[in-house]
């Protein structure tokens, strides 16, 4: 285990870091003495992030979902010091049915929200071998993944019920090279998710504005720095499962029924 105070003077990267919960822990690492590495697929959105935080910050733009983006843009990554801290954030809102989702749409979201963290994986990880001091992986996942996948945005939510399983498998993965990882599911939060699609690529259907009137539910929200406290502890103290709910509890409740209908549903065979 180790506390924060480990970690300054370290490199650290945060992915879909142009604005929201990703913005949020790169200015907060940087806070909290880290150089950051500011990774978004907007290169505007990156490097302004990086100018505004400074001490060293730097911007890196590629697209998480293009694998041969993303090791290239490790190898640039690799000419720096060794990478102590790498946080998988970068996702996508997809408000999609799945039933009758358009293809792009489901490609999209799955492309981002889970092979996007693979290859995120599989690029950054291998730069922390070198580096001394804790290591540690955070991946952002959602409340979504701890409900079942239904309601208004179940392709989201399916996505990040995918994120989760991941997360999971390569903390077990993580934990033989002596890296610690925290599995964030953070609830309901003012960000800018909403929009999401501003920057998704031709491949996906191109860029497209959605209509504000639609944020009221996130602009009504909690900011994303509420979750720094709990954050900042769970990396201090090795990592695991970190909820940060924001519903008063429905979150909770539907995550025990789930199990206890999946408990009751077991059978010997």
Known sequence: MSDMNAFAGKLAMVTGAGDGIGEMLARELSKAGMRVCVQDIREEAAARVAEDIGKGA???AF???DRDATVAAAEALSKHEPLSLLWINAGVGVGSPILSGKQKAVEWALDVNVRGVIWTAQAFV???TEAGGPRHVGFT???AALRPPEGDFPLYATSKHATFAVSEALKGELATQGIN?????PGLLNTKIWDGA???PDRFGGARHMDPSISKMWDEAPTPDVMWPQIARAIGQGGGYLVCSTDGGETKAAFEDRAREISSSI???
Do not use: G, H, N, Y
Request: hydrophobic share 50%.
């Open 58 to 60: 730097f911007p890196l």
């Open 63 to 65: 697209d998480v979902s």
């Open 126 to 128: 291998p730069l922390m």
């Open 141 to 143: 996942a959602s409340t």
């Open 181 to 185: 990882a925290t599995i964030l599911c």
């Open 198 to 200: 501003k920057a998704r």
């Open 267 to 269: 059978v010997e065979v």
